[in-house]
Every structure is written in structure tokens, then in C-alpha cells.
């Protein structure tokens, strides 16, 4: 048996001008009595039921339930007390919405330490008893404003406390379901429920037994009737523990949540998604785009090493032309190919015999027999592998000096006066352009014009391999003077290529950490602004017996359930669009498959974050000043 008694207990709300809503009053309520509690607006009515139900705190006097004081009481203690002796009705009904009749109706229990099918069970038999049985599994936006209140009903019963608080329970009915609702309370409290009502309506007040006004935060009694006898056994208690919740329900609850806000929800999950996803893409996208620039710089770099030596010496020009001396530099690490070229005193070069106007022309002796394709460009109507004793290949420029016709008619030249046929011409010699304007046979062939005046090599290399291989190239090619070789191998691009590499790294994370910012934002914003508009329903969790521990552990888990989804969608997006823009481009994709589950923490974490300030807005809601909002 639940007994209150208030003893000299008065309320002043703080402000440039004090206002004190509750006078000095002194009350005692006992357990089974019907209380209608009236006066005008502003009296000080609401003010009274806050503190009879432990929304709020008196300012002074002394507050006692069966004996016990409770002025003082921590927030944890007073989250106890209320859940085990108060059940809630109010005008507004703080339903929430998307959820089922059925599932409103249990949330009474949520807080109690209950399973999830005993609260179900209780919350059944108390809309039974309410006569809304056949409506249990209906979304709470398809009842009336009459049946909306009768679930608020429910849920108090379903509650099984022994108070029942009331304030204007049918300010938002027509009369029929006024009458109904009265009736509902009317039986709980023959059943042995203490019932207080606020109310403005007479007609409302007239079903107590005990009527009070308040004016000016006085409280007097008018007048009491004798109580309607308590024919009905009072339901027995729900069992639990008070103001507790278990991991399980409070998961279940968050999920139903999401559900039943699925806009809301949507847009949140959206706005992780979109920025897990573009991180995903723009990391993968960099790593695709370095390797990507790697391979256009090793398509680019040096790969060319060139050698000199002048070859004076009978001796050192029968070592440089030698077929030991290339095979020794095709052995080198790294080498692909090598031509061997002697460079001979100029020739006269004509197009016809005997013809005057001929051209000088560089002469080229090739100790390869021929000039490779990897080093050289030769256009000719058949493959080159070797060039016969009295083949030559002519420079581009000195073709066109010549005027020398189509090479598929094997066009002759004479080279001093001796017919040479001409096998090709060549267009691209690299940075040695002067080759465009030589004369090129076999060396064995040049020999017979003059002695080399120098020789040199022309070496190509796998990427980055440039500096080793020019490094032991003069040893190989003429180990008695390696010191006479002149060696051009320039250094390869890398500083360009990391420049390069950064630069793009660093905008791709710019552009990531923008959208994680732009979404810390918009997840802030949306949680914020959800918490405003949830301010009934925190504030009727915190009337149930929610302390604001759980309200915290409400809104975070809502955020990092959101947080996972958003991730798991945004890795998952930000793979295809990794897929899609290099197979789009004809890159090889690289995914680092790591950001699967780096993509889903950091949808979480995003979320968490952005939910620091919602879960602290919402822990600090007052249920005396949400529930009357």
C-alpha cells in the first residue's frame, strides 16, 4: 500500500523574477483513493502532479512515500522509485509512432527488466482489458485520438504500479471517449489503483471522490466524497526490477526505432554510406592511381645507357667491336639489348653513278649486323635480322637529300663509288639523331673505307636499372681501359614520381576527409534535430523509469547502429565505384580489402561522434518540462 504525504513542500523556478508555482503544501494521499486536482490554467496543477510523480524537485518541505523520504534522492534512486510507484497518462497520449499498439503498450515495461515476451503478454492483457484486444498488431497512427488514449491507458496497467497519474487524460477527447476514459479509471481505481487527475472539466473531476483546486500554488480541498468500494482484486504487481534494462531489450528497442523512423533512419544510414564510400573509393583509387603512375614512369623512365670510346688505337677499336665485348654486355643484369656501333670519316653518298651533287654522309659501321628494334626505328618492306655485305640502311635526312625513292624497290646508292643496296631507312634513333644523317652498313664493310674514328654502344635496359648497369658497362665492354668509356645513363624521374604520387594522395585524402567532415555534420544535425523531436518520448521513457545512463545508451546505439549499416553500405559502394572507374579506364584495380572492415569502424565512429552532442542534449531532458511540451 502506497502512501504520499507531502509536508510543507513548495517549488520556485529560478529567474530574473523568482516565480513560486507551489506554496507550503501539505498532502497526504493514500493508496486506493480517486483525486481530481483543478484550478486555472498556470495555478500550479502540473506543478503539484511533477512532484507527486517524482518528475521534479521541490524547492522545500519534505516529500514522503510510505514513510521514506525522497526530496533528496539522486537521479538513480529517484529512476527507482518512480518505476515501481508511478504509471503515467497524459493528454498528448506519447505514443510513438511506427511502432505497433502492442509495442507502445509494452514500452511500460521496457524499463523493468522484463523479457521481451512478458512484456508482450502483459502488454495483451492489458489492452483487453481496455477493449482494444483486436487492435494490438495496428500501427498507432490508424487509432482514433478515443483509442490512443485508452493504450496510454493500457500502458499504465500493463505497468502494474500502484499510482496511476493522469494529467487532462481526455483534453483531447470529444465527451463519448471522455466518458470512456473515465471509466477505465474508474474500475482501475475499484481495483485498488490510487488514480490522480488533473483536469479543467467538471464533468471529469465529478468521477473522483476527493476533490482539490490549486491557485496561485495553494492547494485546498474542497470537498470528498466516500470513496467507490474496491470490489476487484487488485492485478498483481509485474515482477522485475525497477528502472533496469537489459542489453538484449535495449538493442531490440533501438532496432525497432530505426524501423519505425524509417526516413529519418534512411537519410542517417545515407549520409555514413555516402562518406564511408567515398574514403573507400579515394583511398583505393590512390593506391590504383600510384601504381598506375608507376607504371607510366617505368614506361618512361631512362632506359637507355649510352657508351663512348674513341678508338685510335688499332688494339682498343678490335676489344670495342668485338663479339666478346657485346656478349659480355648482353650478360649484364638488367641489359635487354645492345647495338655496337663504329663511327667511320664521312663518305660521298650518291643516288646514281658517277652523279655529281652527291652528299656527304656520315659513315656507321654496325657490329650487330644489324640495328635492333628496341633501340631503332626502321622503316623496310621486310624484316631486318641481319644486313649482307652490300646492304646499307640510310638516315631519314639523308634519304630525303638523296631523293631516294620507295625502299620496297630496292633503291642502290653509291658509297665512294661502290653500289650499295638500300634495305631500310631509318626513322627514330632516339636521342642520337645524328644517325638520320649516316650512311649504316655491316662494320666488316666500313672497315674497308677507313679505320673507326670512335665507337660506341647503344644498351637498353629494364626500368630502373639504368645506373647499375652503367655502372659495370665500361668494365665489360673494354676491361683493358674502362677508364677511356664515356658513359650517359641520366637519372631516372623518381623525385617527379613521388611528387606526382604525393600530390595525388593528397588529394584524394582532402577530399576525403572533407566528406567526413560534411558528414560529421550532417549526422550531428540530423541526431541533434531527432532528439528535439523525440522530446515527448525521452521524456515519457524518463517518467517509465529510464535513467539517463540508458537514454545515453538509446541514442548512441541508434547512432552506431546506423554507423555499422552506413558502413558496411559505403565499404561495399566505395569497392564497385573502385571496380567501375578503373576497369572504366583500363586500370588494374587495386583494393586493399582491409577497407571493409576500416570502412564499417569508421561508419561507426562517424556516427558516434557525430551523436556526442544529441546523447548529451537528450540525457539532460527534464520528463516534468518534456511531457507538457
Not at 510543507?8 to 498532502?27: F, N, Q, S
Not at 677499336?317 to 645492345?338: C, M, Y
Not at 560534411?518 to 515519457?540: F, H, P
Request: charged share 20%; aromatic share 4%; net charge positive.
Amino acid at each position: 500500500m502506497v502512501e504520499l504525504r507531502l509536508s510543507g513542500v513548495g517549488k520556485t523556478y529560478a529567474g530574473e523574477v523568482p516565480l513560486r508555482a507551489l506554496r507550503d503544501v501539505t498532502l497526504t494521499i493514500r493508496q486506493g483513493e480517486f483525486i481530481s486536482i483543478q484550478g486555472p490554467s498556470g495555478a500550479g496543477k502540473s506543478t503539484l502532479l511533477n512532484q507527486l510523480a517524482l518528475l521534479d524537485t521541490p524547492t522545500s518541505g519534505d516529500y514522503l512515500i510510505d514513510g521514506v523520504g525522497v526530496r533528496t534522492l539522486g537521479e538513480r534512486r529517484r529512476a527507482v522509485v518512480r518505476s515501481e510507484n508511478f504509471a503515467f497518462i497524459f493528454q498528448s497520449f506519447h505514443l510513438l509512432p511506427g511502432r505497433s499498439v502492442v509495442e507502445n503498450v509494452a514500452l511500460g515495461l521496457l524499463y523493468r527488466g522484463l523479457g521481451h515476451r512478458r512484456r508482450l503478454r502483459a502488454a495483451e492483457r492489458a489492452l483487453d482489458f481496455v477493449g482494444l484486444g483486436r487492435k494490438s498488431s495496428q500501427r498507432v497512427e490508424k487509432l482514433s485520438g478515443g483509442e490512443r488514449q485508452r493504450a496510454a491507458i493500457a500502458r499504465a496497467i500493463a505497468s502494474g504500479a500502484p499510482v496511476i497519474v493522469a494529467d487532462e487524460p481526455t483534453g483531447n477527447l470529444d465527451s463519448r471517449n471522455s466518458d470512456q476514459v473515465m471509466e477505465l479509471l474508474s474500475q482501475l481505481n475499484r481495483r485498488g489503483s490510487t488514480v490522480i487527475v488533473v483536469t479543467h472539466d467538471d464533468r471529469v473531476a465529478s468521477y473522483a471522490s476527493r476533490h482539490l483546486r490549486v491557485e496561485d500554488g495553494v492547494v485546498e480541498e474542497l470537498d470528498r466524497t466516500a470513496p467507490a468500494p474496491h470490489r476487484e482484486l487488485r492485478p498483481e504487481p509485474m515482477r522485475g526490477r525497477p528502472s533496469r534494462l537489459r542489453v538484449r531489450d535495449a538493442l531490440g528497442d533501438v532496432w525497432q526505432g530505426l524501423r519505425a523512423r524509417r526516413a529519418r533512419s534512411a537519410a542517417l544510414i545515407a549520409c555514413v554510406a555516402l562518406a564511408v564510400a567515398l574514403a573507400t573509393a579515394t583511398t583505393g583509387l590512390s593506391t590504383t592511381a600510384r601504381f598506375q603512375v608507376s607504371d607510366v614512369f617505368d614506361s618512361q623512365r631512362n632506359q637507355l645507357v649510352a657508351l663512348a670510346a674513341s678508338t685510335t688505337s688499332a688494339n682498343l677499336a678490335e676489344q670495342a667491336l668485338s663479339a666478346q665485348s657485346s656478349e659480355r654486355l648482353r650478360g649484364l643484369a638488367g641489359v635487354r639489348d645492345v647495338a655496337v656501333l663504329a663511327t667511320h670519316p664521312s663518305v660521298d653518298v650518291t643516288a646514281r653513278p658517277s652523279a655529281p651533287g652527291g652528299a656527304s654522309l656520315q659513315l656507321v659501321g654496325s657490329a650487330s649486323q644489324t640495328l635492333p628494334e628496341s633501340l631503332f626505328t626502321v622503316s623496310s618492306p621486310r624484316p631486318l635480322t641481319s644486313l649482307s655485305d652490300d646492304e646499307v640502311i640510310l638516315g631519314s635526312r639523308a634519304a630525303q637529300t638523296l631523293q631516294l625513292g620507295p625502299v620496297i624497290a630496292s633503291p642502290v646508292v653509291w658509297v665512294d663509288g661502290r653500289p650499295r643496296t638500300v634495305v631500310g631507312i631509318l626513322t627514330d634513333a632516339g636521342l642520337d639523331v645524328g644517325l638520320l644523317d649516316s650512311v649504316i652498313m655491316v662494320e666488316a664493310r666500313a672497315a674497308d673505307y677507313s679505320q673507326p674514328q670512335y665507337a660506341s654502344v647503344k644498351i637498353r635496359v629494364s626500368p630502373g636499372a639504368a645506373q647499375q648497369v652503367a655502372a659495370q658497362a665500361p668494365v665489360a665492354w673494354l676491361p683493358s681501359a674502362p677508364q677511356s668509356v664515356t658513359v650517359d645513363a641520366p637519372p631516372d624521374p623518381m623525385t617527379l614520381r613521388a611528387e606526382v604520387e604525393a600530390s595525388i594522395q593528397a588529394v584524394l585524402y582532402t577530399l576525403t576527409a572533407v566528406a567526413a567532415i560534411a558528414a560529421l555534420t550532417l549526422v550531428t544535425t540530423i541526431m541533434v534535430s531527432s532528439v528535439m523531436e523525440r522530446t515527448g518520448e525521452i521524456g515519457l521513457r524518463r517518467a517509465i523509469g529510464a535513467r539517463r545512463v540508458h537514454i545515453r545508451v538509446l541514442i548512441a546505439s541508434e547512432a552506431g547502429l546506423t554507423g555499422l549499416l552506413g558502413g558496411a553500405t559505403g565499404a561495399y559502394l566505395g569497392i564497385l565505384a573502385i571496380l567501375a572507374i578503373t576497369i572504366g579506364r583500363g586500370w588494374q584495380p587495386v583494393v586493399d580489402w582491409a577497407a571493409v572492415p576500416a570502412g564499417i569502424a569508421g561508419g561507426v565512429a562517424v556516427s558516434l561522434l557525430g551523436a556526442v552532442f544529441a546523447t548529451h542534449r537528450a540525457s539532460r531532458i527534464e520528463p516534468s518540462e518534456a511531457l507538457h511540451q
